[in-house]
């Protein structure tokens, strides 16, 4: 890594007057980015699709819970895995401390996984965490969604994720999916995400980012870094 210059007091705050000109213009870029994305066309959802949580079986229109928005986090958990994808964690870490002043904003965040719930459950008391998290085991939901794959797909040994065809990696990736209901009852997919596009829901990134070292993620090694929290040590 180059080591910045050292200087005087009056060169850093001309330094830094000028990069503040690229912050404000990023900042500018991102609002009109956002703006474009809630512009975006939408897709009615006709299927009828079920989970499982604790509240029993629910379909689509429940994980609504009364809000007209809802944000899904695809999470990395296939049946019969040991534990949750650990970048997956590190995202849903995030979600208990943010979901009380997003569900004041009319959108409720539910996190679905191709895990059994018993298996779920299990793993979401270890990690301590309180978000509502619902098992799509039996629904066709995480495929429609490209976020996992069929047998088929994976023995071809290509799939289609982040809307592209990819070289199979694993028979679960991440994502996160938006939904609309308008007041007349109808749903409609708004958006989705995946890897790193979804990042923006990794807020500890946002500190990291303002460090002199930075995330110090090699190329091609995106989070090797990362823990399940109970794993880091001293």
């Known amino acids: 890594m180059d080591v910045p210059r050292t200087v005087s007091r009056a060169e850093w705050l001309a330094a830094r007057r000028q990069h503040l000109q690229r912050e404000r213009e990023f900042l500018r870029l991102r609002d009109e980015l956002s703006a ?10 006709d299927k009828t699709y079920r989970f499982e949580g604790p509240d029993g079986i629910e379909t689509l229109d429940d994980l609504f ?11 990395m958990f296939g049946p019969g895995w040991k534990e949750g994808c650990v970048g ?36 979401k008391e270890r990690m301590g965490w309180r978000f509502k998290w619902v098992s799509s085991f039996r629904s066709d939901f995480n495929y429609d969604y490209h976020v996992s794959f069929t047998r088929d797909a994976m023995i071809m040994g290509t799939v289609y994720y982040n809307y592209e065809m990819r070289e199979f990696v694993s028979e679960d990736l991440p994502g996160v999916s938006v939904f609309y209901k308008d007041p007349w009852g109808t749903v409609f997919h708004t958006y989705s995400a995946y890897g790193r596009d979804a990042e923006l829901l990794c807020g500890a990134y946002n500190y990291i980012d303002l460090t002199p070292l930075g995330r110090q993620e090699e190329e091609g090694h995106w989070q090797a870094w990362v823990r399940h929290h109970d794993r880091y040590g001293s």
């Open 36 to 45: 474009e994305r809630r512009s975006l066309p939408r897709v009615r959802v």
């Open 65 to 75: 819970a009364g809000r007209s928005q809802l944000i899904i986090y695809h999470f």
């Open 88 to 123: 997956c964690s590190f995202l849903a870490d995030h979600i208990d401390g943010a979901r009380i002043h997003i569900e004041h904003r009319d959108i409720t965040l539910v996190v679905v996984a191709r895990a059994p719930l018993p298996q779920i459950e299990a793993f």
